[in-house]
């Protein structure tokens, strides 16, 4: 069955840098589109960044634009998230998510998430 183990969050200090991972597997990993969402307290699933299944177009919405930047290694089916400059507003649970087919949804749209890393910005 479809895993995804997400690792690599903590605290982070505003303005400094996190590198998120997620180690995929019981699926065609370079087959689909694949994306990053969370989940901030109290709050619903929000969209981080989408990638389309070889890497080569990727989208982000405003509030992550130059901020954030979303790679994969289809060779070592992982799902990489570059956290550059974070503010305490981007404390949540990030989720890597597996996009149902080889499309970029402008909005979440997955059929297969992980567990979930925690990721505090703070001083």
């Known amino acids: 069955q479809v895993q995804l183990v997400e690792s690599g969050g903590g605290l982070a200090q505003p303005g400094g840098s996190l590198r998120l991972s997620c180690a995929a597997s019981?699926?065609?990993?370079?087959?689909?589109?694949m994306s990053w969402v969370r989940q901030a307290p109290g709050k619903g699933i929000e969209g981080v960044a989408y990638?389309?299944?070889?890497?080569?177009?990727?989208y982000y919405p405003e509030p992550f634009r130059g901020r954030f930047t979303i790679t994969r290694d289809n060779s070592r089916n992982t799902l990489y998230l570059q956290m550059n400059s974070p503010t305490p507003e981007d404390t949540a649970v990030y989720y890597c998510?597996?996009?149902?087919?080889?499309?970029?949804?402008?909005?979440?749209?997955?059929?297969?998430r992980g567990r979930g890393t925690q990721v505090t910005v703070s001083f």
């Open positions: 998510a597996k996009v149902p087919g080889d499309y970029i949804p402008l909005t979440p749209d997955y059929d297969a």
């Open positions: 019981g699926f065609s990993f370079g087959n689909y589109a």
């Open positions: 990638i389309h299944s070889d890497g080569s177009d990727t």
